[in-house]
């Protein structure tokens, strides 16, 4: 069965870190490229943060030194540190695999920052 299993949300003060993780199990291996999204109430899905299998990271503008994607292929789990968080991340993280032409998509785990 594949499955992607987002944990580490919850709620934190402005300033303050969340690590976010992304387990993989079934025929998803981590080690390809991974995807971070996030929706706020009302907005679009954006994506935060992605790793492609070479490693090569990038990120949306709006989190740009302050977050970092990473994986642990040993464990099949992909990672979204977030430090100096603001209220304006508050949203619902989802962790995404794309797959050929399929694309796999976890629950999502909110995060909520206060001011």
């Known amino acids: 069965q594949v499955r992607l299993v987002e944990s580490g949300g919850g709620l934190v003060q402005a300033g303050g870190s969340l690590r976010l993780s992304c387990a993989a199990s079934?025929?998803?291996?981590?080690?390809?490229?991974m995807v971070w999204y996030r929706q706020a109430p009302g907005k679009e899905r954006e994506l935060v943060a992605a790793?492609?299998?070479?490693?090569?990271?990038s990120y949306a503008d709006s989190v740009k030194g302050r977050f970092t994607i990473s994986r642990d292929s040993a464990k099949n789990t992909v990672y979204l540190q977030m430090n100096s968080l603001k209220p304006e991340d508050t949203a619902i993280y989802y962790c995404?695999?794309?797959?050929?032409?399929?694309?796999?998509w976890g629950q999502g785990t909110q995060v909520t920052v206060s001011s």
């Open positions: 995404n695999a794309p797959v050929g032409v399929t694309s796999y």
């Open positions: 079934g025929s998803i291996f981590t080690s390809n490229r």
């Open positions: 790793i492609t299998s070479g490693g090569s990271t």
